[in-house]
Each structure stands twice: as C-alpha cells, then as structure tokens.
C-alpha cells in the first residue's frame, strides 16, 4: 500500500502561481500513475491531471491546460504540480492520488489510492 501526503497549499491573489507537491511512501512511487484532483465548496471532485510512471505522457482537464502542469521526480517520490496564471475558480482541496502503472492514463475513475489534500485558495 502506498500513502501520499500533499503539501504547497494556500493562499493566492489571481494570476498567482503555487506548486503543490506530493510525496510517496511503501508502494513503488516509480511503478505508478499519479494524478491530481480537487474538490471546491459544493462540488464534486473533479479530475486536473495525470502523468505516466516514466513521466513521458501526461493528460490534463481541459480547465487547467497551458496553466498547471504535472511533473515527478522518481528518486524522490514526489509528483508535483506547478500551478500558474491561477483563477478564482482553481480555489479547491486537491488531491493526489496514484495507481499501478498498467491502468489507463487517460481514465480518472480507477485510482485506488489518495492523499489528505491540501487547501488552495485564489482571492483577491
């Protein structure tokens, strides 16, 4: 079983940029697909990216592309997401979340493993 802790959340004016960052222990880190989700106030949890284990493939929600982007760092067991160009409506708890490496990069309901969040705010 692999545990995820997240971290780098708080509080942004709009246009702002934050990186949040996720580190791994016990299951291989490098042996699986990681993605990142967020939950705003009366909303369901919704899907912001996801990277394959070697890093090579990513695929991102349409909300959040050509402003976050997700990148690991396997020697450290750590996903990140770098946030940038931030808007009111990026204000969520987000998620890391991970699963084995055969899954599909391009499926988001199938992850079997997540993180506590880690609150972003966007306010002005």
């Known amino acids: 079983q692999m545990t995820l802790v997240e971290s780098g959340g708080g509080l942004v004016q709009p246009g702002g940029s934050l990186r949040l960052a996720c580190t791994a222990s016990?299951?291989?880190?490098?042996?699986?697909?990681m993605g990142w989700f967020r939950q705003a106030p009366g909303k369901e949890r919704e899907f912001v990216a996801a990277?394959?284990?070697?890093?090579?493939?990513?695929n991102y929600a349409d909300s959040v592309k050509g402003r976050l982007t997700i990148f690991r760092e396997n020697d450290k067991d750590t996903v990140y997401l770098q946030m940038t160009s931030l808007r009111l409506e990026d204000t969520a708890l987000y998620y890391c979340?991970?699963?084995?490496?055969?899954?599909?990069?391009?499926?988001?309901?199938?992850?079997?493993?997540w993180g506590q969040g880690t609150q972003v705010t966007v306010s002005s």
């Open positions: 990277i394959t284990w070697s890093g090579a493939s990513t």
């Open positions: 979340a991970g699963k084995g490496l055969t899954r599909s990069l391009w499926r988001s309901d199938d992850y079997d493993t």
């Open positions: 016990g299951r291989s880190f490098s042996h699986s697909i």
